[in-house]
């Protein structure tokens, strides 16, 4: 049985869908946008509680030291979800 040897065809290029694509934008921005905005949040706070002298306003930078916190705790989800966007979008890219 002699056959003929497979014909070379390039691999079918997959394609995704407009969904696909719009959650790796979504996954890849997100955490983008919210460490920012927490960051800036938490620098704003800290900067009105240093200030304004007087007692009321030390509540501001706790407030401040709480955003950072919930950014250390959250970091590895905002991370997680970065790292998948950028694959994400990589695989849509090709």
Avoid: C, E
């Amino acid at each position: 049985m002699n056959y003929s040897p497979q014909p070379n065809v390039p691999p079918i290029r997959r394609v995704h869908s407009r969904k696909y694509r719009v959650w790796a934008h979504v996954l890849l921005w997100t955490p983008i946008v919210l460490t920012v905005a927490g960051v800036v949040l938490g620098l704003g706070l800290l900067a009105a509680a240093d200030a304004d002298p007087t007692y009321g306003s030390s509540a501001l930078g706790y407030i401040g030291l709480f955003v950072w916190g919930a950014l250390a705790v959250l970091s590895p989800v905002l991370l997680g979800s970065f790292v998948a966007g950028l694959i994400m979008w990589s695989r849509a890219r090709r």
